[in-house]
């Protein structure tokens, strides 16, 4: 959902609907862990033009 198509915004409550069907508080934890470790991901790439931001309010975006 992030990557296609690249830098654009993504809410939040898409994503949990898309992949959990609903946005429990749980379910919203785990977005916030796979999310980080998404990051994590992103930081160890030698190409460091690709973040994922949050968007405060809205959801998130890949810039490439």
Do not use: H
């Amino acid at each position: 959902m992030l990557a296609s198509p690249p830098n654009t915004n993504v809410a939040r409550m898409d994503i949990l609907d898309k992949l959990w069907g609903n946005d429990s508080f749980f379910n919203s934890r785990n977005l916030d862990v796979y999310v980080s470790k998404l990051r994590d991901a992103l930081r160890l790439r030698e190409d460091a033009g690709v973040q994922l931001l949050t968007l405060k309010g809205v959801g998130y975006r890949l810039v490439c």
